[in-house]
Every structure is written in C-alpha cells, then in structure tokens.
C-alpha cells in the first residue's frame, strides 16, 4: 500500500501500482461473481468486471425495466443472467447490490443459498450495521466484505470508459476463508476503482448518509434553490438566476475544483468573486454547522434508517417518489435549467 499525504495525514492507499489489474484477475480467476440487483450500481459494476476480464453473472427478477437493461447490456438468461436466488447460488462473490430496503426484504432467500467460503459483498454499510433495523446477519462461514465507490453507478461505468476510474472505499467485516481483504482489494480493482482507501462498514455508512442528505444532495438542491428564488424575488430573470445558481458552478468553477481544489477556482476567479467569497464563505459555514451536527446525530442513531426503510418498503414508494421528483422538474427553477442546457452548443447540433 502507498502512504499518501493526506492534508498532514498520512493514509494507506491501494493504486494500480500496489494491486495491477493482472493480480486482480489471478486473484479472481476461480471465481464467478454473481451480481445481485441491476438497478443503479449494479450495471456499472457488473459491466466493468466483464470487460476486465472477470466471469460475471448478473441475478435480477424477470419482466422489469432493470431485467430489460440487463439483456441489453448482452447477458443471457440460463447462461449469465438469473433470478436473484439462482444467481446466489451459482456464484462465489455475491455483490449484494439491491436497495437498502430491497436487501431486507430479500435476505432471507438469499442467506438460504449461500455456500460456506463464498463471499458476501456490499457497497454500503447500511444492511450490516443497522443490522438490528435490516435484520441482516450472515453465516459465520462467509466472507463479508465492502467496496463502495464514490459516486453513482452511472459514473462508475462512464469514469470507466473514459480511464479515469471513481476513487472507493473497501472493508473487512468478515474473514473466514482467510483471503477477504486479497478478494476486496481484487474486486475493488476490477470494477474500475482509481484508488482504494480502507475504512470500516460503519463508517462507510455514518459518511455516506451525512454525504448524500449534506452537500453530495440534499444541501446542494436547498442552498440552490434558496439563492434561486432570492435573486427571482428581486426582479432578475429565471434565465438569468439560473445561470448565477447552477449553471457556472456546474459548467466552470466546479471543473476548477475538481483540477486543482478550491483555492485554484478562487485564484482563477475576479478578485472581486475572490473578496466576496473569502468574507462571505465562514458565514455560510458556521449557520449550516448546527444542521450538519443534527443530521450526523441522526444518523448515527438509525432515525435516518428507519426513515428510509418504512419510505423505500411502502407499496406506493416508486409512485410517490416519481411525484416528488415531478415537482422537483417542474418547479420553475428546473424548467429554466432545461431551457439553458437546450442552448448549450453542443446541444444545439444535435
């Protein structure tokens, strides 16, 4: 492993130079790994380990939109594509890749068709630590292990493509075979990692949940729409508002960001953006840190994962969310952005 400076912390890190590609296929060779769950981490996983090499199968519940997908992507039924349970049983590495409540509700099915030394792989913490809530307790036999890349599915595979990789983080929860961390590493690898960084399965989960309802999400759609609706209170256009809320931070100052951190972004802006930010940046943080204090509180507690069990179990869940996103679309905020991404050149030649 490589030590890398983090900010005046040294980590342990795993790149392509620690653990090649080609050790991760030898370390896989014997293995099929059955990826249960096509939904949103699923395909890009799945479709990374095929193309590196990796004998993958794919278990997924016949006649819907993710099974649909699936035979899309060129797996086969009765020769790479299975139900969940017959999958389950055919692989060694079981990438348990359903929802959260998905994976409550199927477990008991799934748990019945694993084989002693097979591996059991997450790419969250949630079903494990919140076990009590999930229900969720492997056989001892198995190895139970986590990679969890940081970021969506989508961008697992498009990173991919590109020969970037999306960066994850990888635990051992459970080591009976005596090879889990060698199979994590070796799976980490071969769904396309840019690095690997170790943490545990509740940490992965406490950050993961604060991630998404904090800045990833859930803060980032509220602070949007709060400057939004200011500046169209004041008489500035939705074109305009939009442009000053998403559109520079998506298209230009986020890029510089991701280049080279944010100082970079601020020493390549106007020194006027630059003054304004630097008096205005400590405000913003200190009236949001009671926020993110409650929000970690309750995560930690299980209040969140409660929420989102009873939300995600619900019959009507898909019709309420579909109803909550529409507003989301449709809110006059969102209507502009679609109208400025319209305009984009590259959106204009087609």
């Known amino acids: 492993m490589a030590k890398i400076d983090f900010g005046g912390v040294l980590e342990e890190v795993v790149t392509a130079e620690e653990f090649p590609l080609e050790k991760a296929r030898q370390v896989l060779k014997d293995e099929t790994v059955a990826v249960v769950g096509y939904g949103v981490q699923g395909p890009g996983q799945a479709l990374n380990m095929r193309d590196n090499g990796i004998r993958v199968i794919v278990g997924q519940r016949e006649g819907g939109a993710s099974w649909e997908k699936a035979l899309a992507d060129g797996f086969v039924p009765g020769e790479t594509l299975f139900s969940p349970e017959e999958a389950a049983r055919r692989g060694t590495v079981i990438q348990y890749l359903l929802s959260d409540a998905g994976q409550k509700t199927m477990w008991p099915a799934i748990k019945a068709c694993l084989n002693k030394g097979d591996a059991l792989y997450f790419s969250h ?11 969720i307790i492997p056989p ?26 999306i960066n994850s983080s990888y635990a051992v929860f459970q080591d009976f075979t005596g090879r889990a961390l060698e199979r994590t590493l070796a799976l980490g690898v071969a769904i396309g990692s840019g690095y690997l960084f170790p943490t545990t399965f509740a940490n992965e989960v406490h950050s993961d949940l604060t991630g998404e309802r904090g800045v990833l999400m859930g803060a980032l759609a509220g602070i949007m729409e709060a ?107 969102w209507r502009a952005g679609s109208a400025v991404r319209s305009l984009r050149p590259e959106n204009r030649k087609k």
Not at 125 to 135: A, L, N, P, Q
Not at 144 to 163: C, D, H, M, Q, Y
Request: negative net charge; charged residues 25%; glycine residues 6%.
């Open 125 to 135: 913490g949630f079903s494990i630590v919140y076990k009590e809530r999930t229900g």
């Open 140 to 165: 001892p036999d198995v190895d139970v292990i986590l990679v969890a890349p940081k970021g969506s599915g989508r961008t697992v595979r498009t990173n991919f493509l590109a020969a970037s990789g």
């Open 227 to 333: 400057q939004y609706n200011v500046l169209r209170k004041h008489g500035h256009s939705p074109s305009e508002a939009f442009n000053e809320t998403v559109e520079e931070l998506t298209q230009s100052l986020i890029r510089l960001v991701a280049d080279n951190g944010m100082d970079w972004m601020y020493a390549n802006c106007s020194t006027t953006a630059q003054r304004g930010a630097l008096d205005w940046k400590g405000r913003f943080r200190d009236a949001v840190a009671p926020v993110f204090d409650e929000l970690y509180e309750r995560v930690i507690s299980g209040e969140e994962t409660q929420i989102v069990l009873d939300a995600n179990s619900a019959p009507d869940y898909r019709q309420k969310l579909d109803k909550e996103l529409a507003t989301m679309r449709e809110s006059e905020m």
